[in-house]
Structure formats: C-alpha cells, structure tokens
C-alpha cells in the first residue's frame, strides 16, 4: 500500500476534528450537570446583579427543613408577552442559584399550567391565579412552601424585577420558622384598646384597639412587655416601643441588654403627642390624669449617639395646607425627595409620608454605631413651639425660616455599647446596702482572704458590650400611626370595622416590621439592580445632538408661526372688508408668507432627518465597537504572542 493511500483527504480530518468537538462539548456539559456546578460563575457587572445578597446566603445557610418552590410559568403558550419571555429566563436563572447555595434544602419544581390539567389545579390550590392575555389565562408565579406552611407570589412582575429577591427570601424565611414571630409590646398609649375597670363598673365600652395594633396581630403573635419589665428575653424577636412617656431607668437598662444580645427594637417616640391628648382618659376618677404628651429615652438615645429636639419640628417644603386652607407648617407631608435610600425596601415603594407635629433627630456620632437616614426633612427644616404648632397658629408660619434637614426615621446598626456600664440602675447602693448588712468583724486573716477570694471571682451580673449584631429604627412621631392620621375607618353595624390607609405610614411601619420580625438578615436588605440598564453614553450623545440641533428647530418653527399668523391677519381684514377681489401687491404678499411658512417647514423636517441620522450613527457605532471589540483584543493578544515566540525562537 503506499504512502499517499495511508494519508487521511484533509476534509475528512477537518470533519472528524469538528466531531470530536462537538462531543467534547456534550460531555463537558454533562458531567457539569452531574457534578452540580452548572450555576457557577463569576459576577463581573458594576452592581453585581447576578449575585446574592449575603442575607440571602445566610437564611438559606440556616435552613432546617426542606423548602420547596413550586414555579408556575406558562411557557407552551404563544400568546405569552416577550417582556415576560424575558424576565422568565432571568427568573429561571435566580431560582438556579438559589438551589446551588442551599446545599440541597431548597428544591425548584417547575409547573406549565394547562387547562384542565393537574398543574393549573395545584395553581389554584396555592391561590395562584392566571393572568388574562388575549383571552388566555397564563400563569407566572411562585408558592414557597415548608411544611405545612405556604407564602406566595401570585404574579411576578417585571416592573418590580429589582425586589423579587427580597420577596423570595423572606417569604423562604416565613415558612421555614416553625411558628409566628413573637414581637414585645411595650407602648405608653392604649393602642391594644382601653377597658378600664373604673367604666366597665359604670356600664361603659372601653376604646378598640387601634388599627395598626389589629393589622399586628393577624401576622405576629404579640405580647405585652408592660412599660415596666424587669429583662427582655433574647428570643423575642423584636420590641416595638410605643410612646414610652416616663419610661424608668430600670425599663431602659431592660431595653438595653436586649439589644446588646443582638435585639431588634423599633421606638416610636415624639415631642409632642396629639393622640396622647385624643386617646387618654383626662378624668382622674377614670383612671388618672391623661399620658404625657412628650416621649423619649433620657438615656439610651445619647448612648446611641442621637439627640432630639423637645420642640417639634417644622419645613418650609414639606409644610401641608391643613383645613379651612391653614398652614401646617410642622405637619409634614415627605415625598420620595425625603427618602435618601432609593433602593431601600423600607421607602423604594412609598409615595409619600404624613408626620404631624414630629420631632427632628439629630447624630451626635458619639454611639460607635452606623446610622442612617431613611426619612428626613428638607433643607429648610427647623424647630417651633409645639403648643402654637398644634393650634396652627398662622403667624408662626409666615415668621418661621428653616435652614437645615433632620431625620425623622433612623436606623442604627452595629455592635452597641451599653448606656449602664455600672450595671442596673439602683444596683450598685443596694448592694452596697447589703454589705453593710451582711458586714461582721473577722475572725481572722483566713476568713479575710476567703472573702477577698470570692470578690475575686465573681462575675458582672450585666452586659458591657454587644455579644451579637443589634438594629434599633428610631421614628420621631406616633401620631403617624393613629387611626385619625393613618387610616380611612368605617363602623358598621354588628361591630364590623373598614379600615383604609390615606397614606403611606401603615406600610413604613409594617416594611420595618416585616424585615426585623422575620429575619435579621432581612435587616436593612437592599433592592436589586436591575439587569437591563440604559446606555447612559449614548443618551448623553443624543442629548447633545437633540441641544445642537433643537435650536435651530426651535428657530424655523418661530417663523413659520409668525409666517402663518400674519398671513391670517391678512385673510381676516379681506373677510372683514367688502372688497370681492385682492390687490397684486396683497396677493405678492401672501404669496411670500406662504413660501416663508413652507420653506421653514421644509427646514424642520431636513433637521429632524439631521438628528435621526445622528442618532443611528451613534447607535450603530456603538453597536460595531461591541461587535469589534472583543475578536480585535484576541488577535491583538496573538499577535503579541506570536512575536514574543518568534522573538524567542530567534534569540535560540
């Protein structure tokens, strides 16, 4: 046989080489798959918008029980939006990564729901329901479920694609925890409802329970901690301070050591109360005489490093036209411009905020804690009399001049440092009390040096500093939470009660409240950002042309208005005359007005195709430099070392 007979046709090599790749490839995939790795990846992008938030690894990281997640998407049907289309896929991925990190507790169940089948039967089960397009029911959702517990998201928005993160998360965090979270109640109002024994005797009905308190309890289990607890225990997973007006020491140093134990306390506190006014009973025979308008922490709050104001306080800007159109230059309605943390999950969603005669929160820096600013005033914010503020008193309007912003909504996160560092108030001159005593003569210097031994050996009764991470929400007003501020109520018969939010105060308590009672990882958890972003570049570019371009728009269109509206002054003078015919020299003239008016039009459509042209240029510009780019840094790099080799090569 000869030599060429042996040799392989060179087309056969090729195609046998494209085949040993393509199977390669096949394998390569496959044994990624098995392996479990096919969702790693390295996160390049300026937001890291294909990563997990570290709460999010964390809550998954403490998962006991397996987690399902069933996905109902829609995918066999054509009438499916392609913006859905696409947000399926980055849903799809998301779901992948959170699989990958739970290390095998969480699994992901994809469903299509067709009719009549037994996945748009278990939709239904979850309380998903389809959403109508072109008179087909589509389905796109999720239900989280552990145990014999289920939280769903019944239609994933792509509008509300940077929160489905935060979504997913807590609802994994609900329905992994075997029970309600328990919130502590400590509050020096009846929001929890008024049954004094003194009008019960009387045949009198105490107040209900305010809304907010109502709202509470259907999510949370609640206890009441009583304005006076001795300690706080750490498993509570939140405190929620309501007016504590007079709150004692000992509260305080409760309070304290709860949150140096890594607690979560969320203190509503306010310089001045009308609902403290509108709530309490004022006759002594009823009960006593009225809770004190004015609330605050004596103690903790400059330990914290925050100091408020005892005047309340009022904005220029933010100032809201009250009834009979009085100004109500310290009740303050806040739009999102008050809201500095736009990817906050507390605020990012609220329209507005209503606070009425709030106080203003200052940082002294003095706490050795992060603090930062969820609601503040505008720059012409300042303090007023708080007795003439409530009366809105229309001369302090027109003479207050504000010059400087104040927080209203705090969050402090860190490892706090006790504001007791010599342990419970009191305790120390009781002890010293008990020493005295228990004080009798030695009997001897044995005896002596046992004592001495024991001081030795005994430990703090208190903590000094923080064991785990603690959060406190400082909000600077209460009144923003009562019914007649809040909510919208309708009594109807049989003791039936409406209730409907006239602004967005319920949901910045209950968003603070959601995140510290469901999970510490929660805390403080930020949106994501979105995976599509503009070209920023290339609309500075437009802009400009649009600039350039738009004034001599703007030019030509000033005089073919000025062409036409003299042209009509023109035919109306004809029509208010008798003559039946024109003059040459008036119709020369509307002749020229009509060419002008023509010619400037013709000009404003020439330059609109000018900045259309210039925007496809920048357009497909910037699209060849993607194009381009890349295959053009390959070569460049083998070309460099191809010349390093040879250059190698040469000097051998």
């Not at 800007?317 to 736009?342: C, E, H, S, W, Y």
């Not at 009366?391 to 006790?418: C, T």
Request: charged share 25%; with cysteine.
């Amino acid at each position: 046989m000869s030599q060429e007979a042996k040799t392989s046709h060179p087309m056969t090599r090729a195609v046998l080489a494209l085949v040993a790749l393509v199977v390669i490839v096949i394998a390569a995939n496959l044994l990624v798959s098995s392996l479990g790795i096919g969702h790693k990846n390295a996160d390049f992008t300026t937001d890291k918008v294909h990563t997990l938030s570290d709460g999010t690894r964390s809550i998954l990281k403490e998962l006991g029980a397996p987690v399902v997640v069933r996905y109902y998407a829609t995918r066999s049907s054509d009438y499916m939006p392609e913006d859905l289309k696409l947000h399926m896929r980055r849903v799809d991925d998301l779901l992948a990564e959170y699989e990958n990190l739970s290390g095998g507790k969480l699994r992901v169940e994809e469903l299509d729901p067709q009719p009549d089948t037994d996945a748009e039967d278990s939709a239904n089960l979850d309380g998903i329901r389809g959403q109508s397009f072109d008179d087909q029911n589509l389905y796109f959702g999720l239900a989280v479920s552990c145990l014999d517990r289920t939280s769903t998201i019944p239609f994933i928005d792509p509008n509300q694609e940077t929160m489905l993160e935060y979504q997913l998360s807590r609802a994994i965090s609900e329905v992994s925890r075997p029970d309600k979270p328990l919130i502590g109640l400590m509050a020096g109002l009846p929001i929890a409802g008024d049954q004094n024994p003194m009008m019960m005797m009387q045949g009198q009905q105490g107040s209900p329970p305010w809304v907010i308190y109502q709202q509470l309890q259907q999510s949370y289990e609640v206890k009441d901690l009583t304005m006076t607890p001795e300690t706080i225990d750490p498993s509570i997973d939140m405190v929620l301070l309501f007016h504590p007006a007079g709150i004692t020491p000992e509260a305080e140093f409760a309070l304290d050591q709860y949150l140096l134990q890594g607690g979560t306390v969320v203190a509503c506190i306010d310089p001045y109360s009308v609902a403290a006014q509108m709530t309490s009973p004022q006759n002594p025979m009823m009960g006593g005489g009225g809770a004190p308008t004015s609330s605050t922490l004596p103690t903790l709050l400059g330990a914290w490093g925050v100091s408020m104001d005892t005047r309340v306080l009022a904005d220029e800007k933010f100032q809201t036209t009250m009834g009979g159109n009085r100004p109500g230059v310290a009740v303050l309605t806040i739009p999102q411009d008050g809201m500095p943390q736009k990817d906050n999950v507390i605020t990012r969603d609220l329209a507005s905020l209503t606070f009425f005669l709030p106080g203003g929160l200052t940082k002294t820096g003095t706490g050795g804690v992060a603090i930062n600013s969820l609601v503040k005033s505008s720059d012409k914010g300042g303090f007023v009399d708080s007795m003439r503020a409530s009366q809105l008193d229309p001369v302090l309007a027109r003479n207050f001049r504000g010059e400087k912003a104040y927080d209203v909504v705090m969050h402090l996160k860190g490892n706090f440092k006790s504001a007791f560092p010599k342990g419970k108030p009191g305790a120390e001159e009781a002890a010293k009390e008990e020493e005295k005593k228990e004080d009798k003569p030695a009997e001897g210097e044995a005896k002596e040096g046992e004592k001495k031994e024991e001081k030795k050996e005994e430990k703090p009764s208190h903590l000094v500093e923080a064991t785990k991470e603690g959060n406190v929400f400082l909000i600077s007003d209460v009144d923003a939470f009562y019914n007649q501020f809040a909510y919208r109520v309708q009594n109807f018969g049989g003791g039936m009660q409406v209730a409907q939010q006239i602004n967005g105060n319920p949901s910045l308590l209950f968003n603070i409240i959601d995140q510290a009672a469901a999970s510490t990882h929660l805390i403080g958890a930020r949106s994501r950002a979105a995976i599509a972003r503009p070209f920023t570049k290339i609309k500075e570019l437009e802009a400009e042309a649009n600039k350039r371009v738009g004034t001599k728009i703007e030019e030509f269109e000033k005089k073919a208005e000025e062409a036409q509206k003299k042209l009509a002054d023109l035919q109306s003078k004809r029509a208010a005359g008798s003559e039946l015919y024109i003059s040459p020299e008036e119709e020369a003239e509307i002749r020229e007005y009509r060419k002008q008016e023509v010619d400037a039009r013709k000009e404003i459509r020439e330059l609109q195709k000018d900045l259309k042209r210039d925007k496809d240029r920048l357009a497909g510009n910037a699209m060849l430099a993607n194009i381009i780019s890349m295959p053009a840094l390959v070569i460049l790099i083998g070309i460099g070392l191809f010349v390093k080799r040879r250059a190698a090569t040469r000097a051998r």
